[in-house]
């Protein structure tokens, strides 16, 4: 990826990736410890609300190198559609 400006760097903090796995992480143990809800719980509570705020971070990644470059890498928001449990 092309770099970043440090104007823009407020805008790509991948470390905030890394807090969303965390936090996903952390509810799929809880709703192991104790079960709750119906068959897509956790993918209606857990999974989509991580692919959601993936797509929204990595938005800002592409247009943060959008601002640098000026091309937005509209295929980086392609990099949340794995977000699944396993």
Request: aromatic residues 2%; positive net charge.
């Amino acid at each position: 990826m092309p770099a970043i400006t440090a104007s823009n760097t407020c805008a790509v903090q991948m470390s905030y990736l890394d807090k969303q796995i965390a936090e996903a992480n952390a509810r799929l143990a809880q709703q192991a410890a104790n079960p709750q809800g119906g068959p897509n719980f956790v993918q209606n509570t857990i999974v989509g609300p991580l692919v959601d705020k993936r797509v929204a971070a990595i938005n800002r990644i592409a247009t943060a190198i959008g601002r640098v470059n000026g091309d937005c890498p509209a295929d980086l928001v392609n990099l949340a559609s794995p977000c699944a449990v396993r």
